[in-house]
C-alpha cells in the first residue's frame, strides 16, 4: 500500500472483549476497494445460512474507502453493512457523518464486530487500539444525548502516555437510539446529523448491547501522488460547483429541489402510492423551504455540494428533512404539513429510526384503517397523534408495537401484501415506479431490496437529470445494470453518490427537452448492444481514462494503484455479483426481483403518463445482460472472470 488505506482492519469480538487484526491482504484491498464491496466479501466470508439478524452470531462491518477523509469532494462517507432484521438478507447503509473520517485518523480502515456483549458497551477506537466502556448510564438515551455523552467522555478521558492537555480531542461518533435498543427492525445509526438509517441495521446493534462507538486520532490519509491528487481534486470541485444539479440546484434548495420535477413527471410517491402527483406538492418542495424555513445550508465534511438544509424548530436550529422524508411523510401520508415534517425528522432521528419505512408503514396502516381492515387510529391527511405515535413505534407501545416490524409483516398480518410497498422487505423509496421503468427495474432488483441508490437510480436519465423515455422498455436493462455497477464502486470508494449527477454533462442536463439532450437520450436507447459488448471484454482492455468519472483518477493518485475505467467498472460488478451470492443464500430467488402487486396492476390516476410495469420482460433482459441464469443466478463462468473463484457456483 502506498496511500489511500490507513492499513488496519479490526475484528472486534463483543462476546469476549477482545480485538484482533482482521486478515485482510493488499489483493484483497485492491479487488474490494472498501465500503460496501469490502463489506460484502468480509460477510460471504463470515455469514452461515440460517444467522439470525438479531442473534449473536451476526455480523456488523463498518468500513471506509480509500478516499474516506482524503480532502476529496464529498469524501466523509462511511458504509454499515450487516444482516438486516427488516429483510433477512445482508444489507448496507451509507452515511456521511464524522464517524468514518475519524475512523481513518485511528489508523482504521475497517471494523468487524461479532458476538454479543453481556451488558451494553460503547467502544472507543483510538490509535492505540479499543477500549471498551460500559454503557448503562447512556443506554436509553437518544441519539442526540447520546453523542454528547460519549464525546464528553472522550474529550475528557486522560491520554494513554499519561501526559495532559488542555485541547479536548474531537471525535466522531456512530450510535442507536432507544429504537435500536427495543429491535424496531427499522432502527437507524446516527453520526453526529447524518444517519446510516435503512434496513435496521441500528437494531442489531442493539441486540449485541452496543449502544455507539466514539474514533479519534491524529493520523492522516497517506496519498500516493499529493500533489497530483491536489490539483485533480480542485478541477473536481470546479466541476461539481458549475453542474446544474451539484452547484446549482441542490445547493440553493437541498434534495427537496427535486420535488417539483417529480411532480411534473407524475412520480411523486402519493397516498401509499396509489398516485404520483400530490396537489400539495409545492408546500413540501425544497423551494418552499428555502422561502419560508432555511436559516442556512450546511453539509457534510469536505463536500461543496452542501445539500443539508438547517431549520428552525419549536427556537432550535435542526437539520431539516431531506426528499425521501418530505415524500414520505408528506405526499404519500397526503399530508403538507412541512412544519410537521421538520418536527418528526428531528424526532425520529433522535429515536434512531429510518424516516422512509417509518412513512411507508404509516401509508400502508393508513390505507388499511380506510378501508376498514383494521382499527387504526391514523388517517390520510390528518397529523394528529402521529408524532407520538412515533415514539410509541421506538418504544414498541401500543399501536406502536405492530408498526414496528415493517411494511412487509404488517401487509402479511392483514392480508394486505399487494399494497406493502416494499421489494424483499425494504420499502421504496419516494419515487413511483410506474413513472419510471428503468427506476422500476433497480428498485426489484436492488440486492438490499427496494432501493433507489443501489438500484442504480436510473430516474436520473428518466427525467431528473435527462429525459429518456420514461415508459419505454428500451435500453433500460442494461443501463440499469451500468448504473448500479458504477454506483457500487463510486460507494465502495468512501465518495457521496451525489457526486454522480455531475457524470452526466452539464450541457446536456440544461437542454435535456432540446436537440441536444434528445440526440444523447437516443444513444441512450441503443445502449443495450453496445454496453453488452463492454462487458464482455477483458478489464484490462478498458484501461482507458474516463474524465466523466473524475472518481476514477482520484482513487489511482490516492492509492498508487491503476484501475482505468475497465478495472473501476470491473470493481462494482464484482461487488454486485458477490452481494447476489450472499442474497441468494439467504433465499432470495428470482421471483423475489419483482415490484409489489400494485405497481403491476393498478393505474395511476387520469392523465398521469405512467401504468403498471412490465417487470417480468425488464428481469428476462436484464438477467441475460448480466450473465444470469433465468434463476437469477450468476453464472460460473461470471464468477470466474471477476475472480470470485471462491464464490458457489451455480452453473
Known amino acids: 500500500m502506498s496511500g489511500g488505506w490507513a492499513g488496519h482492519v479490526l475484528h472486534i469480538d463483543l462476546t469476549s472483549s477482545s480485538v484482533r487484526e482482521y486478515p485482510w491482504s493488499t489483493d484483497e484491498r485492491r479487488a474490494f476497494v472498501g465500503g460496501k464491496v469490502m463489506a460484502a466479501k468480509i460477510l460471504y466470508d463470515l455469514l452461515e445460512p440460517g444467522c439470525d439478524p438479531l442473534g449473536p452470531a451476526n455480523v456488523v462491518v463498518i468500513s471506509t474507502g480509500p478516499l474516506t477523509g482524503s480532502g476529496a469532494p464529498s469524501t466523509s462517507r462511511f458504509n454499515v453493512s450487516s444482516l438486516s432484521p427488516l429483510t433477512g438478507i445482508v444489507a448496507s447503509s451509507n452515511c456521511g457523518g464524522p464517524f468514518g473520517v475519524y475512523l481513518k485518523k485511528a489508523g482504521v480502515d475497517a471494523l468487524v464486530i461479532t458476538g454479543a456483549a453481556s451488558e451494553p458497551v460503547w467502544l472507543e477506537v483510538r490509535e492505540e487500539g479499543v477500549e471498551f466502556h460500559p454503557a448503562a448510564s447512556v443506554w436509553g438515551l437518544t441519539t442526540s444525548a447520546t453523542q454528547s455523552a460519549l464525546a464528553a467522555a472522550v474529550s475528557t478521558s486522560t491520554p494513554t502516555d499519561g501526559a495532559s492537555s488542555s485541547t479536548p480531542t474531537r471525535c466522531g461518533t456512530l450510535v442507536i437510539g432507544p429504537a435500536g435498543e427495543n429491535a424496531v427492525r427499522y432502527a437507524a445509526l446516527l453520526s453526529g446529523e447524518r444517519a446510516a438509517g435503512r434496513a435496521g441495521l441500528g437494531a442489531v446493534l442493539g441486540a ?30 470546479s466541476t461539481l460547483k458549475a453542474h446544474p444539479l451539484t452547484g446549482k440546484l441542490l445547493p440553493a434548495y ?53 445539500c443539508a438544509r438547517v431549520v428552525e424548530v ?31 425528522n428531528v424526532l425520529l432521528d ?66 394486505a401484501s399487494d399494497y406493502a410497498m416494499h421489494v424483499k422487505g425494504l420499502e421504496l423509496a419516494a419515487y413511483e415506479p410506474r413513472g419510471a421503468f428503468g427506476h422500476a427495474l433497480g428498485y426489484a432488483t436492488s440486492n438490499r431490496g427496494g432501493c433507489h441508490l443501489n438500484g442504480g437510480y436510473m430516474v436520473a436519465l428518466e ?80 484501461a482507458i481514462p474516463m474524465p466523466l468519472i473524475p472518481h476514477i483518477r482520484a482513487i489511482e493518485l490516492a492509492t498508487g494503484e491503476r484501475w482505468g475505467f475497465g478495472g473501476f467498472w470491473q470493481v462494482g460488478r464484482r461487488g454486485f455479483a458477490l452481494e447476489r451470492e450472499l442474497a441468494l443464500r439467504f433465499g432470495v430467488t428470482a421471483a423475489d426481483d419483482t415490484l409489489p402487486g400494485r405497481s403491476l396492476t393498478e393505474n395511476l ?46 452453473d
Not at 279 to 298: F, N, V
Not at 493 to 509: D, E, I, R
Not at 606 to 618: E, F, H, S, T, Y
Open 208 to 237: 449485541k448491547n452496543l449502544k455507539g462507538l466514539a474514533a479519534h486520532g491524529s493520523q492522516h490519509v497517506p496519498l500516493a501522488d499529493p500533489q497530483r491528487f491536489s490539483t485533480h481534486i480542485k478541477a473536481w470541485t
Open 605 to 650: 390516476e387520469p392523465g398521469n403518463p405512467g401504468r403498471p410495469v412490465p417487470i417480468a420482460d425488464l428481469t428476462r433482459a436484464y438477467y441475460r445482460h448480466r450473465g444470469w441464469d433465468a434463476a437469477g443466478r450468476p453464472k460460473a463462468s461470471l464468477l470466474r472472470r471477476l475472480g470470485l473463484k471462491d464464490a458457489r457456483a451455480h
Open 463 to 542: 427525467g431528473l437529470g435527462l429525459d429518456m423515455k420514461r415508459t419505454s422498455t428500451r435500453g433500460k436493462p442494461a443501463l440499469t445494470a451500468m448504473f448500479q455497477d458504477l454506483m457500487e464502486a463510486v460507494s465502495a470508494t468512501g465518495t457521496c453518490l451525489f457526486t454522480t449527477y455531475a457524470v452526466l454533462p452539464g450541457p446536456v442536463v440544461r437542454h435535456k427537452r432540446k436537440p441536444l439532450g434528445h440526440a444523447v437520450t437516443a444513444a441512450l436507447s441503443i445502449a443495450s448492444g453496445p454496453l453488452a459488448l463492454l462487458r464482455a471484454l477483458p478489464s484490462g482492455m478498458l
Open 254 to 306: 437541498g434534495t427537496g429541489g427535486l420535488l417539483p420535477e417529480m411532480q411534473e413527471l407524475g412520480i411523486v410517491a402519493t397516498s401509499n402510492y396509489r398516485r404520483g402527483r400530490f396537489d400539495g406538492a409545492s408546500e413540501l418542495s425544497g423551494q418552499r423551504m428555502a422561502d419560508t424555513r432555511l436559516t442556512r445550508t450546511s453539509g457534510c465534511m469536505s463536500c461543496p455540494i452542501r
Open 350 to 415: 433522535d429515536l434512531g429510526m429510518d424516516t422512509m419505512t417509518t412513512g411507508v408503514t404509516l401509508s400502508l396502516a393508513m390505507e388499511l384503517a380506510e378501508q376498514g381492515v383494521a382499527d387504526f387510529p391514523v388517517r390520510f391527511g390528518s397529523t394528529d397523534g402521529l408524532l407520538d405515535l412515533l415514539s410509541d413505534i421506538a418504544y414498541r407501545r401500543r399501536f406502536g408495537a405492530e408498526l414496528a416490524d415493517g411494511s412487509r409483516a404488517l401487509g402479511a398480518r392483514y392480508k
Open 314 to 344: 419549536d427556537g432550535r436550529s435542526v437539520k431539516g428533512p431531506e426528499l425521501e422524508t418530505l415524500v414520505l411523510m408528506g405526499s404519500n401520508l397526503e399530508n403538507p404539513d412541512l412544519d410537521f415534517i421538520c418536527r418528526a
